[in-house]
DNA sequence: CCTCAACTATGAGATTTATCATACTTATAA
DNA sequence: TTATAAGTATGATAAATCTCATAGTTGAGG
């Protein structure tokens, strides 16, 4: 994670992703700009949580670390949104879960400890808050209809397209079958079947993907209806 | 529906229920009491909302009606909770989903129109109804989770409990099959199934519970992870 | 009274997905 | 260096779940 500190480049964001309408005040003073490349960290579950954290940007995945031990992945974001608003409104000192940049991604930043008093008074922030949550849960809503609906194929060929980098796919098999909620076998069993049907090839470490149009088709009624 | 204006009783629910502490203002003026029976509709999709409402007693379900006319059954819900807090928050006039009691309902309700530009602007009312939607938030990444987790007999067994009235389980299987994720020919192999252990006996339009204790426990996890 | 739509019900067979067993590879830590 | 854990991989078999076909029942409306 580095900051950035030219002057411009932030109020480019600031302006662009309706950072600026968030608040009644102004804050550009405040505001400072992250950059953090893929696969590090935005927020680590347990640690302390200095910045309230607007992506505006990159993509994000939204860990959670279970009562034992195991990683389990929660959702993913792409700009513009929040995180680490529900401590803030929880007045949480440390994050319960983690965020991992998925592709480079980049952050304005809010710091947290002088400014949460402020926030948590100020009814435009509280408002924007409010809408952010109800559009969340509508998006969850839909999010949950859509696993009961659709076959895996379908779910999968959605999530290689959403997380793939640079046209390489190289998620963890346990926990992308934790989140689709299906076994590991039968996950591979699933990829074997891209494999075979010319959509994925796999190379030593990730699968590269060989047609993107056909997995575009494939995950088009998911993706549909989650908009 | 019908408005109860016995003040002693609106009162004492006011407090038992910590409604008033929801707002920076006195809300007791403002606050009617309704009784809804059974079965009956809280708010019905697509009519106008003219009151926030606040579940102090009973249990009630929301209802999706999708493009098609088909009913999607979304969620329930036990006291203490607002109905129609997201319309309110996103300005809506009309209700987007249809909330339905499932046991006689008894809800505290503060007229939108008059009060919606004081609530919107009253910072305590913003971060109860933030903090709200986080908990929400919380409770469905885990119930997201679990339908992921348990198998369908569990689910199952925690929704009957869940919906069940007076020991009778009565709900459309459609609708049922459609919430767990399953099919209608798969939901009825799953109750026979309990019909044949003795969880459920079959009674014309709909089944006895013969084994709560059993029911319970089948859900147990279920509903443990879910707190 | 009749008809149509919605709901309930059951069987047969196919498909999806899970479980278990078993190896091989790689990174990490002692 | 050698364990050890995590990740990957594959086969065999069982269980869960779906699809399709088919019918009986019920309630509303003409």
């Known amino acids: 994670m580095q900051e950035i500190d030219t002057q411009d480049v932030i109020n480019n964001f600031i302006v662009t992703s309706g950072f600026n309408e968030q608040f009644s005040f102004d804050p550009r003073q405040d505001t400072k700009l992250f ?3 893929a696969n590090d960290f935005i927020v680590k579950a347990g640690a302390p949580l200095t910045y309230l954290f607007y992506l505006v940007k990159g993509k994000a995945k939204l860990y959670d670390v279970l009562a034992n031990g195991k990683v389990s ?10 995180i680490g608003e529900m401590e803030l409104i929880e007045q949480r000192s440390a994050t319960a879960f983690s965020m991992q ?7 304005l930043a809010l710091p947290i400890r002088p400014l949460q ?9 509280l408002r924007q808050i409010c809408l952010y949550f109800v559009h969340k849960n509508y998006r969850t809503v839909k999010t949950a209809g859509n696993n009961a609906a659709f076959p895996v194929a379908q779910r999968l060929a959605s999530f290689i397209l959403l997380t793939a980098h640079d046209g390489l796919y190289s998620e963890k098999h346990v926990q992308v079958a934790e989140y689709l909620g299906i076994s590991y076998r039968h996950l591979l069993y699933v990829l074997a079947q891209f494999v075979k049907d010319g959509y994925l090839i796999k190379q030593q470490h990730h699968y590269k993907i060989a047609n993107s149009d056909g997995l575009t088709r494939l995950a088009h009624d998911v993706n549909e209806s989650t908009n």
Not at 73 to 82: A, E, G, H, R, V
Not at 101 to 107: E, K, L, P, S
């Open 73 to 82: 992945l929660i959702d993913f974001f792409t700009p513009p949104c929040f």
């Open 35 to 37: 950059h953090i490349a």
């Open 117 to 125: 008093k402020k926030l948590l008074a100020d009814p435009v922030f």
């Open 101 to 107: 940049a998925i592709t480079d991604c980049w952050c």
